[in-house]
């Protein structure tokens, strides 16, 4: 089956740096993946909807600037969180479109923690 | 704009026994797509079962199953013969083609 793979599962960084997660489809193609955060006990929150080989697509109130999406192949989408603050420690989900009528999979997941 | 509500923040059932998790979406879109997803407490998404709207025929999956009413706009999700290994945080999502939204989930416990 389709499988999504994320990386890091879980990361501590200083604030003011930026960190890179990275999220990639095994074995199929993914045209669009699509990018989460998640508090606790809370649902999923789209934060960006990334196109292979275009400009990824924010949600209203997702600072572009602070989270930027690469989606510079079909199998590899990246966010980067820059100048990370505390208020950034979150739950980042990805996950990935594989064709018509599939259901999304999702990566394992990202914590990430800022202090 | 597409909304997904989910009414139950919690539910509980006795082991064995079945449970149904309420969904509603609202959207003027003719083709789209419905998700349930259970998340364990490891947070790894998994998908349960999804439902094609043009489809009238309701979704089964071994012990999961849907009543997919979509005049009335309404994707309920029944597990039959509960497990332990059923307890999880459970998503109903709306997908059409450019969209996806989740619905706030449903903390379903089961009792031994």
């Known amino acids: 089956g389709a499988v999504v793979s994320q990386h890091p599962s879980w990361v501590i960084c200083k604030s003011g740096t930026s960190v890179k997660i990275e999220c990639r489809s095994l074995?199929?193609?993914?045209?669009?993946m699509f990018w989460y955060r998640q508090f606790p006990k809370q649902s999923l929150m789209l934060m960006a909807t990334?196109?292979?080989?275009?400009?990824?697509?924010?949600e209203q109130g997702v600072e572009k600037d602070k989270f930027l999406i690469n989606h510079a192949s079909l199998t590899l989408s990246t966010l980067t969180v820059t100048s990370a603050h505390p208020e950034d420690s979150s739950f980042y989900i990805c996950s990935a479109q594989g064709g018509r009528g599939n259901g999304y999979t999702f990566g394992s997941g990202t914590r990430l923690t800022v202090v | 704009a597409q909304t997904v509500t989910q009414s139950q923040p919690e539910m509980s059932v006795q082991e064995a026994e079945t449970v149904t998790l309420s969904c509603t979406y609202d959207t003027s879109e003719s083709d789209y797509y419905l998700f349930w997803y259970k998340q364990p407490p490891s947070r790894q998404m998994i998908l349960v079962i999804r439902?094609?709207?043009?489809?009238?025929q309701n979704a089964t999956e071994n012990r999961f199953s849907v009543n997919f009413q979509k005049a009335a706009k309404s994707f309920s999700l029944k597990i039959s013969d509960s497990q332990l290994g059923d307890a999880a945080m459970y998503f109903c999502a709306y997908r059409s083609l450019h969209l996806m939204r989740f619905g706030a989930g449903t903390r379903l416990t089961v009792k031994p």
């Open positions: 990334s196109n292979e080989g275009s400009k990824a697509t924010y």
């Open positions: 439902q094609e709207a043009y489809k009238q």
């Open positions: 074995d199929f193609q993914a045209t669009t």
